[in-house]
C-alpha cells in the first residue's frame, strides 16, 4: 500500500520500550553506527569512532555549539508549599518563560525561594500557560544554576537526573548556554575523535541552536503540514557562512551534527546558499519541503510521528528510512536522545 507522507500516521514504527536508551554508553564514541547510503539505500553497521572512515580530507562538519543548561529548579512559597520550576527562554537578564507546577496554585505575585542565594517572583501569566518569573540572587547567576538545577531529561528517560547528567547530557564543545535540551547527535563525538577528523583535513564549522521543549512536542494533526512549530533561537556567524557557501561552490560535501544543525542552516538558506544573523525560526522540514545546503546528516534515532523523523525522511528518502529504523528494530539498537546514532550520506 502506498503511504500518504502528509499524514502523521505514516512515521509510526513499533518499538519496544526497552530499546529507549535510560543511560549513555559508558563512552561516548563507542556507541554504534547505522551507515544509511541515501541513493542506495544499503546499510552498514560499525561503532561510532569509525565514522571517520567515511568522511573525505575536504569536507565541512556542521555542529551545533549550543550548551544545555541545569533548568530543572525546585524551590517552596512562602507558605512552604514546594513548587517546581522549568526555565524555558531568558527574557532579559533577570526574567525567565517558565514552566510551573503545579500551575493553578502558583498566581501572579507569588514569591518564591529556591536557595539562600536565589529567589524570584512571578510576574505574569501567558496565554499558553507559561509564566514569567524575575529572579533575584546573590552572587553569580549562572553559579547557583549549575549548584541547584537539574539536567532537563527528555520525558522518556523514565529516571531522576544526576550530577553525572550533567557532564553526559552535553557535547564535549558545548560553549553557548541557552538549551532545554541536548543536540544529541553531538553526544558521540570525543575530544580525541575531533581531533582525528580534523588531522584527515575535515574542516568543522559551528551554528547556535538553542533547544526549547518544542523538540519534545508531538504532532497532534492528522495532517503533518498543519503542525506548528515552537520558534526557537538560532545563529550563524560570518565566517560559518563564508565556509559553507565556498564548500558548496566547490562542490564538496556539507555534513550537518544533528537535526538541531540541519535546521539551522535551512533556516538560513536561499538559493542553495546561506547568510548569517540571528533569528527566531519555526522551520519544519518535512517530505515535500526541499533541503538546500547539507549533502550528509548524522543523527539520533527518533521518535514515532515525531517532526525530527519527519526531517530525517526529508533528507534521506522515506522508504530508506523507514525500513533502517525497521533494521535498527531487529539490530537492537538503543534509541533517542542516550542511543545510537545513524550516518547518512
Keep these: 500500500m502506498i503511504k500518504d507522507l502528509s499524514k502523521k500516521r505514516s512515521y509510526y514504527y513499533k518499538l519496544p520500550p526497552e530499546y529507549i536508551a535510560q543511560y549513555p554508553s559508558n563512552r561516548r564514541s563507542e556507541s554504534r ?30 555542529l551545533n555549539k549550543t550548551k544545555v543548561i541545569p533548568a530543572r529548579l525546585f524551590g517552596r512559597k512562602i507558605t512552604g508549599a514546594q513548587v ?39 510576574t505574569a501569566r501567558r496565554n499558553t500557560g507559561t509564566r514569567l518569573i524575575e529572579f533575584f540572587w546573590t552572587g553569580d547567576f549562572w553559579d547557583i544554576l549549575e549548584n541547584i538545577g537539574k539536567m532537563p531529561l527528555p520525558p522518556y528517560i523514565k529516571r531522576k537526573a544526576t550530577e553525572k547528567d550533567k557532564r553526559t547530557y552535553q557535547t564535549v564543545y558545548a560553549d553557548e548556554k541557552g538549551s532545554v535540551a541536548a543536540p544529541t547527535a553531538g553526544l558521540h563525538f570525543t575530544e580525541e575523535l575531533l581531533t582525528k577528523i580534523v588531522e584527515l583535513g575535515v574542516k568543522i564549522t559551528w551554528v547556535i541552536l538553542h533547544i526549547g521543549l518544542g523538540t519534545f512536542r508531538p504532532v497532534q494533526t492528522e495532517y503533518i503540514a498543519d503542525h506548528q512549530m515552537h ?47 540571528s533569528k527566531w525560526t519555526d ?44 533494521v535498527a528494530v531487529e539490530k537492537k539498537y538503543r534509541f533517542f536522545s542516550y542511543g545510537d546514532a545513524m550516518l547518512i550520506l
Aim: proline content about 2%; overall charge neutral.
Design 33 to 62: 553506527l547505522l551507515y544509511l547510503n541515501r541513493s542506495s539505500g544499503k546499510i552498514e553497521h560499525h561503532k561510532f569512532d569509525e565514522i571517520i572512515k567515511y568522511f573525505r580530507s575536504d569536507d565541512i562538519l556542521v
Design 84 to 122: 517546581e520550576i522549568f526555565l524555558l527562554n531568558q527574557i532579559s537578564s533577570s526574567i525567565w518563560e517558565c514552566l510551573v507546577r503545579p500551575g493553578r496554585r502558583i498566581p501572579i505575585g507569588t514569591k518564591l525561594e529556591f536557595d539562600r542565594n536565589l529567589k524570584g517572583e512571578i
Design 231 to 277: 520558534k526557537e533561537h538560532c545563529q550563524i556567524t560570518q565566517e560559518t557562512t563564508d565556509v559553507i557557501n565556498q564548500a558548496k561552490k566547490e562542490g564538496k560535501r556539507v555534513i550537518a551534527v544533528g537535526t538541531t544543525t540541519t535546521r539551522t542552516l535551512e533556516s538560513f538558506a536561499e538559493n542553495g546558499s546561506i547568510s548569517s544573523g
Design 283 to 326: 522551520l519544519f522540514i518535512h517530505p515535500g519541503k526541499k533541503i538546500q545546503i547539507i549533502d550528509g546528516l548524522i543523527t539520533n534515532f527518533h521518535m514515532p510521528e515525531s517532526t525530527l523523523l519527519m526531517l530525517v525522511a526529508t533528507f534521506a528518502g522515506y522508504e530508506n528510512i523507514i525500513n533502517a529504523y525497521r
